[in-house]
């Protein structure tokens, strides 16, 4: 086979993989800022195999439609992202699924399933520095950190 | 300057053009001067109908002294203004351009109106009571919210009905016939808040409609008969069809017809009803005029009838039991416009009595009466309605008595009216009820009796009859002791002058206009002039001996004596007599029949109204339960459809993102097969 | 040598499967199942590709394609929103870096600068002011998992398919394109001044579209700014919360 439809073929397989994935996190996900990042994912994808049919095609074209998208991408991340706080100013709650006033008059709201209790994450307060001169009253307080952001 | 054919459209138009003009500006210009327009039309048109009548006289006059021409000849004159339909036999067709000829004859309509003795004498009636009705009903339809609508619709009338009497095909003749049928309706409904009204109009005007459905096919049968609507062509090739039995249904139909216009037995049930109306069209279209449009249908139409002597019987047979049978209900009403209602179909009958026999004495005896009659009636009516202004809207004879004092003018035009109706020597009604009666007589005198004989003596009945019933109403609402109703208030007087002149007019109309008429000979010999005549003059049935003509004249004087006597003996005095005399008459339930009007609507309710109703409930149900719960079925379907893909709406975007993602693999896979 | 078409329904299968394990669905267990699934099929999946002949090549494109698909599944899988965004942080890198091998190397920058450089750090941003307390419970709970994860992989399955399809040589519904050869390229879009050709077909063929896309960005502006502005005041907490 030719290496350049090889390379073809391999880069466009990447994209739609690429964009396949993305459309799972659109579709599945509640969080509007991670289906925003999930349509990102998706363009990254099209971006992608457009940048390898540029190279196929020996043009430039490609790339200056991935410029394009990315300038669009650019805005689209501004007005959604302004949208977004909107909404969460209104609901604070960033689930998509609060919003769905567009469904049939008689059809019931969404409901979440209840959830199973989380294994509790012990929210303790940030460190704080003891007093300085003073030796702290308690070695080893470590355990009480917040262990993740 | 007035020649007759500018004479004959100024006729018609002046009304219509004053009904348009209230029509238009009645609500904000005019209002309570909404008459002025329709008034002076009326007036007008009634100047150029007279002089229309002068105009044919003269013609007449110098066909007299004319050398050479013959004397039977017809005077008239046609005026075609323009061609309304007209369907050639041969037709290019559309398509291809062949000539097609289907043989139907050509299919030519023409506006046109004719100017005969025959329509001049009803054109001149027509606008002479219409003017003095439209000049009564100045005050009396003063102040009614709506006054300008009234005039807007008698304009409309006369219009209608002067077109009627002058049009010069049957098509058109049927056009105006529907419309004075409408004009009608419009003004017995005129008070359309009140429920009787209403529904009075409506049986008038589905009475009607029997009847013109009858015309129709009349006209029809006409058309494939002769294949021609004009009168005259009609009537020149009706001598080829004598004896042809499509004549005489062709004249039975025009009979149904006439029956349902001018009331005779069966349909004159609409006529009584008709009474809800204001006065004045009572008394101008109820009984001086549209109704007697059926007359002049028949009258025209005496070349047809002359052709088929069966039909003339019968519409002899109908004229003679309408007579009898409005006699003898108007004795026992107690609502003084309805006696004159059914005084009216009596009267009515009276003319068809007159057309049925077929001679030209009879005919003219018949149009003689239609104009005494107008003008009597129309008194009579006026006056009713002076009373009825005058008590408040009280017209029951019981609750009414001794207003002659209050009254003075209505009294002295009433009794005027009633001698008249009576046929009292002199007055008009005198000579055109002996007309009736000389023409009867001399023809069962021809035929030996029989049918005609019958009729004589059943008219004779009815002088009886009628003087009796006239002079009851007569004698109870003027003498007597003085009876007012509550609703006329303290202050029951005399109607103003607006209503009061036009009764003075009448009065003396009526009064005189007979015995003009018979003594200048005028009448006849100008009627006989009328083309449509031509046949009758020929079959001279005319020759009557003066003894004959005293002997009908004496008869009928001492019958009109004997029921005025016998009135003014029952209800001069005390009421005792009339009740003892009603009671005897109940034994044989005479009494009931005559108060029950023959119990002809419970009747008409029973074996019309009721299975029709009870079809159109069945069909309601039908409709209902069949074809409305199939609909809803239908309808139904989608409503399901729906209901099974709602819940695809159901507002989440993610959904509907997944629902955009199949849909992109379902296309990418139909692609890749 | 089995056929290619089981071993990428094998592979879809088996992605499908691990990714809807990967996703949150409440509190199942089975992440780490799901990701040896997803290692798996992604193992199965680039042994159907051709490879690019030299070794080097092919270790840089196999690794960079590793971490782009990978970081990306990540970022579509995790709890936590911030670590949604850091994935898609390192898939970006990934994707800058397939850039690069493919010969475009100004988008790989502007990659790398514009959404790593801006856009993340903006959605990192909005992040912090919108949900400062970490995971929520829409985070912890997706909507049919398993259909869309299902629906995805299939989309990928039958984009490969269809990939596959045109890029045959027998593929009817496409004319024989002779694809460039590496003197061509050189000429072309590898040209070593190619940001240089690329700036002058951006300025000279395509200058209608970059008016227009600059237009766009400024309208994006002054849009975001409006809808911030016209609904800031309307909150229904009645809080004054300034971004």
Partial sequence: MHPEIALLNDFLLVGAALFGVGLIGFVSRRNMIVMFLSVEIMLQGVSLSLAAWGRFHNDFGGQALVLFIIAVAACEAAVALALILTLFHRRCSLDIAAWHFLREANQPPFRDAPLPEEPSERLEPWPHLPPAGARPEKFGEEDKYRPKV | MFDVQTLLILIPALPLAAALATAALGTRLLRDRSHVPVVTALVLSFAASVLLVFQLQERIEERATQPGSSQSAGVEEVVARWSWINVPDAMPHPVDGRVETPGWGNFNIEVSLRADPLTAVMLAMVTCISALVAIYSIGYMRGDPGYWRFFAYVGLFVFSMTMLVSANNFLLLYVFWELVGLCSYLLIGFWYERPAAAAAGKKAFLVNRIGDVGFALGIFLIWTTFGTLDFGGVFQSVGQHAGDWRVTAICLLLLIGACGKSAQFPLHVWLPDAMEGPTPVSALIHAATMVTAGVYMVARCTPLFAAAPDAQYVVAVVGGVTALLGAIIAITQTDLKRILAYSTISHLGYMFVALGTGTLLGITAGMFHLITHAFFKALLFLGAGSVMHAAGGVIDIRRLGGLRRRMPVTYWTFLAGCLSIAGVVPLAGFWSKDAILLSLHDRSGLFGGGLFEILYLTTLLGVVLIDFYMFRPFFLVFHGKEKIPPEAGNHLHESPGSMTAPLVVLAFGSVVVGAYFEWTHGFAHFLSFTPSFECLAQSGHTAIGTADKWRVAAIGSVLTAVGVATAAMLYLGSGKAVARLARAMNVFGLYSLSYGKFFFDPIYNAFVVWPLLSVARLAAWFDCMAIDSLVDRCGRIPKLAGAALRPAQNGLVQFYALAMVFGVLVLLGIMLM | ?243
């Fill in chain 3, 1 to 243: 040598m089995p056929d290619p078409r089981h071993i990428l329904t094998l592979a879809v299968l088996l992605g499908a499967v691990g990714l809807w394990l990967m996703l949150p669905r409440g509190g199942a267990r089975g992440r780490a199942v799901g990701a040896v699934l997803g290692i798996v099929a992604l193992g199965l999946w680039f042994s159907q590709f051709h490879g690019l002949g030299q070794w080097t090549a092919d270790g840089m494109f196999f690794v960079l394609a590793a971490i782009a698909v990978v970081a990306a599944v990540g970022a579509v899988t995790s709890r936590n929103p911030v670590y949604c965004a850091i994935w898609f942080g390192l898939s970006l890198l990934g994707t800058a870096g397939l850039l690069l091998l493919v010969g475009a190397q100004f988008l790989a920058v502007a990659t790398v600068l514009v959404y790593a450089g801006a856009i993340l750090v903006m959605f990192l941003f909005v992040l912090m002011v919108a949900q400062p307390e970490g995971k929520a419970s829409c985070d912890r709970m997706s909507w049919e998992a398993g259909v869309s994860a299902a629906a995805g992989i299939a989309m990928v399955g039958v984009l490969s398919v269809a990939i596959g399809g045109i890029l045959s040589p027998s593929c009817p519904a496409m004319p024989p394109i002779a694809p460039p050869t590496q003197e061509e390229l050189a000429a072309g879009v590898l040209d070593p001044h190619q940001v240089a050709r690329l700036g002058d077909e951006l300025f000279g063929r395509r200058l209608i579209a970059v008016e227009v896309a600059g237009t766009l960005l400024l309208a994006a502006l002054v849009g975001a700014a409006v809808i911030v502005n016209q609904f800031s005041g309307r909150r229904h907490d009645g809080q004054q919360r300034t971004v």
